[in-house]
């Protein structure tokens, strides 16, 4: 079975300031790992995700997710955070083996608090 | 631009009052989700299609169903809603690539009252 762990429920910075936003997971073959950004009363906005290839994974926003196999973990950073980062953050993984076919797998959510 | 669009963003009804959600995509996606999602807590998944082959996760009450006419819409009907049912309720949708993205829908707010 899939799953994953996002161990911090709020997450604070002040702007300007780099954050990361962890996550770990376990799955039984290769993961497909995933981040959503979600802000108050919206859906899920996809970010980034890692399939295969460079463990460092750009994508939207200024943000970046490096893979790291060895931890099992799949961490959301960005150099400089903005008031507007302010949001819902999920970590979300499929596994590549067995039945779970397109079926994703979140973590519980962490909430980032950027301060001005 | 091709998305997910929810109708209506938000839905006030009544405790025991039949609605229906809807949800319509222009990706062209074989495959669509529903998902309930409670308080900031992670979405949980209630039902999804390949194409029109329907599958129901175990735990999804037997008050919630769903209908997919076609490709692009699909319907989340609650039958006698409850007050826990209250949630914001967001659709996805991907192709059958399991390393493909899925995209989410803006969500629909229900409120039970």
């Known amino acids: 079975a899939q799953s994953v762990a996002q161990p911090e429920d709020q997450v604070n910075v002040a702007e300007g300031n780099p954050l990361t936003v962890k996550c770990t997971y376990s799955v039984s073959g290769n993961p497909y790992l995933f981040w959503y950004v979600q802000y108050p009363n919206r859906g899920l906005q996809f970010l980034l995700k890692y399939i295969t290839g460079d463990n460092l994974v750009k994508g939207s926003y200024g943000f970046e997710a490096e893979f790291n196999k060895s931890q099992t973990s799949f961490h959301l950073k960005k150099p400089s955070a903005l008031v507007s980062d302010s949001a819902l953050y999920f970590c979300?993984?499929?596994?590549?083996?067995?039945?779970?076919?397109?079926?994703?797998?979140f973590g519980g959510g962490t909430r980032l608090m950027v301060k001005p | 631009d091709a998305m997910v669009i929810q109708n209506p963003r938000y839905q006030v009804t009544q405790f025991g009052k039949p609605v229906t959600l809807s949800c319509s995509q222009t990706?062209?996606?074989?495959?669509m989700y529903w998902y309930q999602q409670k308080s900031s807590q992670a979405p949980k998944l209630l039902f999804h299609?390949?194409?029109?082959?329907?599958?129901n996760e175990a735990d999804t009450p037997d008050n919630f169903q769903s209908r997919r006419p076609n490709t692009s819409f699909c319907f989340l009907d609650i039958r006698s809603p409850g007050l826990g049912d209250a949630a914001m309720y967001l659709c996805a949708t991907s192709t059958l690539d399991t390393a493909d993205t899925q995209y989410f829908g803006p969500g629909t707010r229900l409120t039970v009252l």
């Open positions: 990706l062209n996606h074989n495959v």
């Open positions: 299609y390949y194409d029109k082959d329907f599958n």
């Open positions: 979300a993984v499929r596994d590549t083996w067995g039945n779970a076919g397109n079926m994703l797998t």
